[in-house]
T-cell receptor, first 112, second 113 residues
Framework: GEDVEQSLFLSVREGDSSVINCTYT??????LYWYKQEPGAGLQLLTY?????DMKQDQRLTVLLNKKDKHLSLRIADTQTGDSAIYFC????????????FGTGTSLTVIP | ETGVTQSPTHLIKTRGQQVTLRCSSQ?????VSWYQQALGQGPQFIFQ???????GRGNFPPRFSGLQFPNYSSELNVNALELDDSALYLC????????????FGQGTRLTVV
């Protein structure tokens, strides 16, 4: 289950909310993730959601999952310049450990 | 700090050569996965090793091979390098069955000329 799509670019003003969207195709996906990648760095796990959940909130981050439409979103409240990075959604199937299928990435630019 | 380190950080090779990339994970990580991230793309799953055996493979040819060692280290070997193999190679250590416990290294940037 390897088709994960994202929009390529997003630009927001500091203090506004950012919403990054992702669609996936594999209905057997059990976990869905959001990773952050800063220039020259590896991947940092931001948050994840189980497929039997609709929403998860973690401080400034809110993840929404629409299983029917296979649509995942990440909302970042009060976006800061330090949030500028590339954001990847990813999915994995049950009991596969660290076998992830990543989207193409969304480059978030925060304008001061 | 993820506890996963990769070496070298940068590498330049000539087309047709062979390369070995290394990953060292933390104690308890019984799985390691390798990913290829071409410029401007998302990471692509190459393969996963669990208890020193290949345990899943993405859409990569056999010239991509790997090894996992009992000391939580692993290698990615690529034979007959092609220009399109130029990418950032990432490894992720984790625990089999614990899908949310994956830790990525900083990557090795491979350039094939």
């Amino acid at each position: 289950g390897e088709d994960v799509e994202q929009s390529l670019f997003l630009s927001v003003r500091e203090g506004d909310s950012s919403v990054i969207n992702c669609t996936y195709t594999d209905s057997s996906s059990t976990y869905l993730y959001w990773y952050k990648q800063e220039p020259g760095a590896g991947l940092q796990l931001l948050t994840y959601i189980f497929s039997n959940m609709d929403m998860k909130q973690d401080q400034r981050l809110t993840v929404l999952l629409n299983k029917k439409d296979k649509h995942l979103s990440l909302r970042i409240a009060d976006t800061q310049t330090g949030d500028s990075a590339i954001y990847f959604c990813a999915e994995s199937s049950p009991n596969t450990g660290n076998q992830f299928y990543f989207g193409t990435g969304t480059s978030l630019t925060v304008i001061p | 700090e993820t506890g996963v380190t990769q070496s070298p950080t940068h590498l330049i090779k000539t087309r047709g050569q062979q390369v070995t990339l290394r990953c060292s994970s933390q104690s308890g990580h019984n799985t390691v996965s390798w990913y290829q991230q071409a410029l401007g793309q998302g990471p692509q799953f190459i393969f996963q090793y669990y208890r020193e055996e290949e345990n899943g493979r993405g859409n990569f040819p056999p010239r991509f091979s790997g090894l996992q060692f009992p000391n939580y280290s692993s290698e990615l070997n690529v034979n007959a390098l092609e220009l399109d193999d130029s990418a950032l190679y990432l490894c992720a250590g984790g625990v089999q069955g614990a899908n949310t416990e994956a830790f990525f290294g900083q990557g090795t940037r491979l350039t094939v000329v």
